[in-house]
Nanobody, 125 residues
Framework: QVQLVESGGGSVQAGGSLRLSCAFSGYTYTNICMAWFRQAPGKEREGVVTIDSGGSTGYADSVKGRFTISKDNAKNTLYLQMNSLKPEDTAMYYC???????????????????WGQGIQVTVSS
């Protein structure tokens, strides 16, 4: 059973930075796609970025150039470095994972079956 636990959220002023972490466990297969999603109050869940088992990434247009995803397999941790934060980045952020490859490992997919509990990020103007 894949388990995901997020940490590192909080409040920051616009223009600031935060780094989210997602500790993952419970799987041995290497062909796993991991992602960050977010959901703001009253809005649909939005895919932010994905990273596949080969390290290829895919970003939502809204965060390109500001957010960076990375993964440390030795530490079983996924990261999301968020720079130049904007008030519209305020949301609950979720770590997600599933055994997806190719084009299925995408911010547009709804096939992720494993989710963290979520962590709040608040950006004030």
């Amino acid at each position: 059973q894949v388990q995901l636990v997020e940490s590192g959220g909080g409040s920051v002023q616009a223009g600031g930075s935060l780094r989210l972490s997602c500790a993952f466990s419970g799987y041995t297969y290497t062909n796993i796609c991991m992602a960050w999603f977010r959901q703001a109050p009253g809005k649909e869940r939005e895919g932010v970025v994905t990273i596949d088992s080969g390290g290829s990434t895919g970003y939502a247009d809204s965060v390109k150039g500001r957010f960076t995803i990375s993964k440390d397999n030795a530490k079983n941790t996924l990261y999301l470095q968020m720079n130049s934060l904007k008030p519209e980045d305020t949301a609950m952020y979720y770590c997600a994972a599933d055994f997806l490859g190719g084009s299925y490992c995408s911010v547009k997919t709804s096939l992720f079956g494993y989710w963290g509990q979520g962590i709040q990020v608040t950006v004030s103007s």
